[in-house]
């Protein structure tokens, strides 16, 4: 019966337990109670060995080479320790062992079920995982590794080896296709880890890796399959490749410190030999004069141009009739871009083909600037709104976004969310641009009024009697709000492209011309022009390492969104409105025929007792500019004073605040890249500079106080003279 026994926990079947562990009725009263107990036990034992010897057996034909090779590890366990185990106790019955073979005679079925008792619960925890893995078709590498490293999660030893030992093992082949896409930048043709497009394919990375890891293996991925598809003339070392191969044999994903730390290391050596070889400082400072001169309107000529194009676009499309002719398109839109290059600057610049701009929500018919009721403005922006205020519908009427067509090597340091930064910068300073240059064509608009009526009325401003002084103070109120939204958005326009574009955009230049200036204020030091000497004459390096080229052009990304003050959702709340004002304004004056004052032959005389349709008319226009003028001017105060409380409770850092305003629309993906930019910027407590970027904002307190218009107290009816009077 012994031997019997030892072929049923060996995966034989037999008479004993004809179906499962049960054991066969006509042996029960052949058997003590004891030993028909430790029988069953021993069917149990040797029931789950076959179950689990026959789910390997299907398991190992599967198309997955993670479960393959975990079936692979489990039948080599098995044989090394339950089998030979098997195996050791016969020898000890054939022998005589004393410690099995009781007398030398006979051997206790207790002593049998004690020995493979150590495998009771391992094979029950294996049966388990076994109907786990046969209950799901197909599984990949992530989830299979995660369950595998929370049931090694467990008090029993022995389970725990053994399901650390599967778990090892499903995570060597992991590491070995990790190996080749980082090494090589090759893909399985089955169970890749990411897609064509280098995008990490759900389910192929484990839970215990980073985002920041995942990142990184995608970087350097993707940047090696790139220069071998390329066939770039500098490809990666080998040594260098057999290094990055050798680092990663040392470590597993379930050690995430050490995982990380290598994976860090390879990218940092990775970005510093594409640096090197790959992506020059030459292309960089190509790229960032490109960008800075569309984008952020350095080409003043070329945005001067383009604004005018959209503005002609928008007027032939209104007086097309109606069909496919009176639609804007994004073609259009395109068109318009290479017409106003003409007679610029930008007509030869290459760079130029890689702008065009795209429509959200589609096609469009154009329409007329809103005259609507502005009484609300202040209303609704004393509420303190937490939703974002957005300037990309203000060029052209709805969504208009600025794209750039970013080529390898360049997107390897120009991620999405810059370039969506970028395109928020560029509506919010064309906004500006456009409604400033709006208003100097009204005032153009009205000196020309002016000129043609004094050839008729002198000195005075025409009318009868009756409606002199109305016309009078009529003119000098348009004169007034026009004179404030010229002064105000000159003062800012000013700020935005002096004070901080241009700024900011030279100290770039410097940080990228300087490489070990570069390095120290990427970490957060700035050093005095004795240091810099010093490291001039001891680092001989001429490169920026990658890294410190990427924080150094999010830095600059930051300092121009708190400059332009984007980074304060109630400043932007408030430049919107005012915005808007002006735009009303302009559009009532073109709508008025380019005057303030109507013209006196289009109104005729008064008639004896009849009704003063002069004076009707005169009064419905006072009305209309004394509530622009109104709203203009509560707007500014309180632009003036929530710019004064910025710069003593805000801090001056582009977190959380600015990119919910900037990337409110943009996706999950793409926001991760900022929100490793704020994470940087919190950990060295704020990013570089922060003290400059405070005094370029308290130099526009200056601007817009310059004569204390603001800052001293007003005082009721006195407020409006005096608004009248402090500028001119």
């Known amino acids: ?77 098995l044989k090394d320790e339950y089998e030979k185990l098997v195996v050791d106790t016969e020898a000890k019955v054939l022998k005589r062992d004393p410690d099995l073979v ?10 049998v079920r004690a020995t493979f008792a150590e495998w009771d619960s391992p094979l029950t ?241 154009p329409l007329l600037p809103s005259l609507a009721n502005s009484k609300a403005l202040a209303s609704s922006v004393a509420s303190n709104s937490p939703e974002a205020t957005s300037f990309d519908d203000l060029l052209l009427g709805t969504n208009l976004i600025l794209s750039y067509d970013v080529t390898w090597p360049l997107d390897l340091f120009l991620h999405p969310s810059d370039l969506q930064i970028y395109a928020a910068l560029f509506n919010y300073l064309s906004s500006l641009r456009k409604t400033h240059t709006q208003i100097h064509t009204c005032w153009t608009s009205l000196s020309n009024a002016q000129r043609a009526r004094r050839r008729w009325t002198g000195l005075g401003e025409g009318g009868t009697a009756e409606d002199l002084e109305a ?39 410097d940080l990228l011309g300087n490489p070990s200036r570069g390095r120290a204020e990427s970490v957060g030091k700035h050093p005095s022009s004795q240091n810099i000497a010093g490291q001039a004459n001891t680092d001989t390096s001429t490169y920026l390492d990658f890294t410190t080229l990427r924080n150094i052009h999010t830095t600059y990304l930051e300092r121009l969104l708190t400059g332009c003050l984007l980074s304060n959702p109630a400043l932007t709340a408030i430049l919107r409105p005012i915005l808007e004002v002006c735009e009303r304004f302009v559009a009532q004056v073109e709508r008025w025929g380019g005057d303030v004052l109507p013209a006196l032959l289009f109104e005729g005389s008064l008639a004896p007792g009849g009704d003063d349709k002069v004076g009707a008319m005169v009064q419905e226009r006072s009305q209309v500019v004394a509530e622009i003028n109104e709203s203009l001017h509560i707007l500014l105060n309180l632009f003036y004073e929530q710019l004064s409380l910025s710069t003593s409770q805000q801090p001056f850092t582009a977190t959380s605040d600015a990119s919910k305003s900037i990337l409110m629309n943009a996706s999950v993906a793409n926001a991760t890249a900022l929100q490793r930019t704020s994470i940087r910027g919190k950990v060295s407590k704020g990013f570089e500079g922060e003290g400059e970027v405070r005094r370029h904002v308290e130099r526009l307190l200056l601007r817009l106080d310059f004569n204390g218009a603001f800052s001293k107290p007003k005082a009721g009816a006195s407020e409006q003279f005096q608004w009248e009077v402090g500028i001119l």
């Not at 103070?473 to 004070?499: A, N």
Request: charged content about 20%; hydrophobic content about 45%; proline content about 4%.
């Open 471 to 509: 016309r009078r103070e009529l003119l000098r109120c348009g004169w007034g709000v026009v004179r404030d939204m010229g002064w105000f958005l000159d003062t800012l326009l000013g700020y935005v492209m002096v004070d901080v574009v241009d700024v900011e955009f030279r100290r770039l230049k």
């Open 125 to 365: 925890a294996l049966e388990t995982l076994m109907n786990q893995l046969q209950a799901q078709k197909h599984w990949q590498p992530g989830p299979l590794i995660d369950m595998l490293l929370a049931r090694s999660k467990t008090g029993v030893y022995r389970i725990a080896d053994i399901i650390s030992r599967l778990s090892v093992a499903v995570q060597r082949v992991w590491r070995s296709q990790l190996s080749a896409f980082l090494v090589h930048g090759s893909l399985a043709s089955t169970d890749p880890l990411a897609s064509k497009d280098f995008t990490l394919l759900d389910g192929t990375m484990p839970s215990c890796i980073s985002p920041q890891t995942k990142e990184s293996i995608i970087y350097v991925g993707r940047a090696v399959a790139t220069i071998k598809a390329k066939k770039w003339q500098n490809q990666l070392p080998h040594e260098q490749a057999l290094e990055y191969a050798n680092m990663l044999e040392t470590v597993l994903p379930e050690d995430q410190y050490k995982f990380d730390l290598v994976i860090s290391q390879i990218r940092t050596n990775v970005s510093e030999w594409l640096w090197l070889n790959v992506l020059t400082r030459k292309d960089v400072e190509d790229a960032v004069i490109s960008l800075a001169s569309y984008f952020l309107l350095r080409n003043g000529e070329f945005s001067l141009a383009l604004i005018r194009e959209i503005e002609r676009l928008k007027i032939s499309r209104l007086t097309t009739r109606s069909g496919a002719s009176s639609v804007i398109r994004e073609q259009d839109l395109n068109l318009a871009l290479l017409r106003a290059s003409l007679g610029t600057t930008a007509q030869h610049d290459p760079s130029l083909l890689h702008l065009h701009f795209e429509l959200p929500s589609g096609s469009l018919r």
């Open 102 to 111: 009781a007398s030398g005679s006979f051997v206790p079925l207790s002593a």
């Open 1 to 77: 019966m012994i031997a019997e026994v030892l072929l049923v926990l060996a995966g034989h079947s037999s008479s004993l337990f004809p179906t499962d562990h049960n054991l066969h009725p006509a042996f029960r009263p052949l058997l003590h109670p004891g030993e028909e107990q430790c029988l069953e036990a021993l069917g149990h034992i040797a029931s789950r060995y076959r179950s689990i010897k026959k789910a390997c057996v299907i398991l190992s034909r599967s198309k997955s080479r993670y479960v393959c090779a975990l079936c692979a590890t489990l039948n080599q366990i």
